[in-house]
């Protein structure tokens, strides 16, 4: 059974950082991309990160670019999107995903309708 279980969420100050886990079982994640979506209040859900585990290939929107890095622990099935210089346009659920079982052998999209499971997602809230 394919599972994504997002972690790390929470309430942060303006300019604070935080680091979300998405942790993958039941698929092997070699040709699996995972990618990062956020959805703010009253807005669609927008992608902000990927990455292939295959060719190690990654991408940014435009808007978290320099903010937002993403990275992978294979030993630990875990992708990690860490957040830089949070500000309250930040604040939204963040969720990963996947596509299975169909595979990518390079690159990987930002676009929702490229994934088909989905976690649960985690609540990221930046305040002062």
């Known amino acids: 059974q394919v599972q994504l279980v997002e972690s790390g969420g929470g309430l942060v100050q303006p300019g604070g950082s935080l680091r979300l886990s998405c942790t993958s079982s039941g698929f092997a994640p070699d040709y699996h991309p995972i990618g990062w979506f956020r959805q703010a209040p009253g807005k669609e859900r927008e992608g902000v990160s990927c990455?292939?585990?295959?060719?190690?290939?990654?991408y940014y929107a435009d808007s978290v670019e320099g903010r937002f890095t993403i990275s992978r622990d294979n030993n630990k099935n875990t992708v990690y999107l860490q957040i830089d210089r949070l500000n309250l346009e930040d604040t939204a659920v963040y969720y990963c995903a996947t596509d299975w079982p169909a595979t990518t052998i390079q690159g990987c999209a930002l676009e929702e309708s490229e994934y088909n499971q989905w976690g649960q997602g985690t609540q990221v809230t930046v305040s002062s």
């Open positions: 990455i292939n585990n295959n060719d190690g290939t990654s």
